[in-house]
């Protein structure tokens, strides 16, 4: 508690002092005082066992007091919030401990008239509901139906799907929890307030679509905060970028590092090989689904369009299975983290074949 106390305060105070003498770069010079502090406490002051159970609550002081930063930058705060208002929105008890990261100019909404109804309930029995739902596949009925003796490729399978229905989990829970402070209402959506989405990451049409639905409050931080902002450095650096930053701020983990920076890379081919092949074939093949009135002539329904964009989901889907894998349920490995020998076990069982496999499809992007 106090690192987390200490971090706000610290950032806080670091804040004003920027904002004291310079108009601009608050966003930057905040978002790199808040990952050095990170790394800083992981490596001198916080034993690994503790610091893992903190990270996400310091990851989420860090993205608000990073937006709150860059929005003074880009004029959507007209000055800073007051210490009362800032504590307020980065200690929120709704959003600190599970999520999600919200803009502070829907923290200050919550007291605008709030309104708590059946719609308001239901909402939150339902996001409760879902979430022990994905609790007991990721716990129970996903080794029941996949046992240990069953083929390598069909218990990467099942090892990733156990992690991303825990993710679930907490994503359900983190919708339940803000919405019992008041997120999430909406003068054309009731109560409309979504973390994650499961229905487009197991069916997946692309990876950028898994990306985006994986954790859709942080997505648009990520969007907003930095890929926007390298944008100008092209392209492949904006993506590069986006995720390295994502990997700091979740810690130093080699493990995760090396899924986040596979998955930039995955992702920039897929999209640059899908381009171009709606291009050739003026189909609707891109990463996401086609506007009704775009230039295309074999449309989302043509049976060859919906046969490519099978074939190019389950792709994705063997990509994640690989990227998944090392993310299982071993309680030590869990407490301190994950190293990069796991990380290398767990692909070498599996003899790398999903970086083969992006290799090979960047090179066809190139000859195409």
Known sequence: ???????????????????????????????????????????????????????GAQMLVAMKVISIAFDTDFGALQCLPSPAEFTGYVLCVGTCVFGPWVPYRDYISIFNKPLWDTKWLWRIFTSVLLAFLFLTVSTCWVYWLIPDGAWRWWIAYRDALSFRSSHYFVSFLSEASALMSGFGHHEDEPWGLSVARPQFIEIPRSLVQVVVYWNVPMHSWLKNYVFRTTKPLGSFAAILSTYAVSSLLHGLNFQLAAVLLSLGAYTYVEYVLRQKLSVVFGACIQ??????????????????????????GLVVMFHLSYLGVMFDMSSKLQEEGYNYAHTLAKWSILSYASHWVALGTYIFYLLV
């Open 1 to 55: 508690m106090y690192y987390i106390v200490g971090f706000a305060v610290g950032a806080y105070l670091c804040l004003f002092l920027v904002s004291c003498l310079l108009k601009k770069h608050r966003g930057p010079i905040l978002g790199l005082a808040s990952i050095v502090f990170l790394i800083v406490c992981e490596l001198c002051f916080v034993n690994k066992t503790e610091w893992h159970k903190i990270r």
């Open 287 to 312: 990463v996401r689904p086609c506007r009704r009135d775009c230039s295309h002539h074999s449309k989302e329904k043509c049976w060859t369009v919906v046969l490519g964009n099978v074939g190019l």
